[in-house]
């Protein structure tokens, strides 16, 4: 199979990247290194399967013949992260909107067999219940949750007015090796680790009150449906980040000052 992975640069993509390459899939990576690293692909180079090509994937005209030939599509490029949306929506639009908009008419130009986009359970914003089925009410509270939100329903039109093979995936707290710490709201476990390699203190700022993430996954419909179950518990996954902790030496180390400064718009606009 030949696969285009947009954003298989970043912390998702690269392990999919990884994935797709062990089982003999031929990988183009399209991705603008806006958040994606190089690093995260380092031990793959040799494998001659792999091709990398930087580019903006919003950018159409520059894209979309990479499609040509192409079987199945998993687009995870996007902005994250929710007060940047806030401070910067015009550059969350761009890539997330314009951006799915762009990947998905080149998949429907080269007529490829399979489409994934990576949505987000930010949809839901603060759900009223818990754990959260897919059939919850969509609300979206921010500029990030809403791009992304907008990237699924252009999708799903797509997939209905097009015929085109379209899954989206609502992820829910992805974490793992490679995720990255590169703000305030970045993978907790990592900014945890940096400040563990550091020797600094884990540092809250707030009245305690505050909680990061208000989504939690029903999961009863996918196990009956497709026969999924979580394979990695909390303790395995947190032995796993460990075993990964040189990984995050380069990381920010957060002191009280810069947090506070960095978390001041979470506060203003989401309190």
């Not at 951006?99 to 949809?123: D, F, I, P, Q, W």
Request: proline share 5%; net charge positive.
């Amino acid at each position: 199979m030949k696969t285009i992975v947009t954003g298989g640069a970043g912390f998702i993509g690269s392990h999919i990247v990884e994935r797709l390459l062990r089982d003999g899939h031929r990988v183009l990576v399209l991705d603008n290194f806006s958040t994606g690293r190089l690093q995260n692909l380092a031990h793959l180079k040799v494998n001659k399967n792999l091709r990398v090509k930087r580019v903006d994937v919003a950018d159409f005209r520059n894209i979309k013949d990479d499609f040509n030939d192409i079987d199945w599509v998993f687009h995870i490029a996007g902005l994250a992260d929710i007060v940047p949306s806030i401070q910067n929506p015009m550059d969350y639009f761009h890539s997330n909107v314009s951006g799915t908009l762009s990947v998905v008419e080149s998949s429907r130009l080269a007529n490829v067999k399979r489409l994934v986009y990576a949505a987000s359970a930010s949809c839901y914003g603060i759900p009223d219940i818990y754990p959260t089925p897919e059939t919850a009410e969509i609300r979206p509270q921010y500029p990030y949750a809403l791009t992304k939100n907008i990237g699924e329903e252009i999708v799903m039109h797509w997939g209905l007015v097009y015929k085109l093979p379209v899954v989206p995936l609502r992820f829910f707290n992805v974490y793992g090796p490679r995720s990255r710490t590169s703000g305030a709201y970045g993978a907790v476990f990592g900014v945890f680790l940096a400040q563990k390699l550091a020797e600094k203190p884990f540092t809250i700022v707030g009245d305690g009150n505050q909680t990061r993430d208000f989504t939690f996954a029903d999961i009863t419909k996918i196990k009956k449906l497709l026969g999924w179950s979580p394979k990695t518990d909390i303790n395995e996954g947190v032995a796993k980040m460990l075993e990964n902790i040189d990984y995050w030496r380069e990381a920010p180390v957060w002191t009280k000052e810069s947090i506070a400064e960095a978390t001041k718009d979470w506060f203003k606009y989401l309190s």
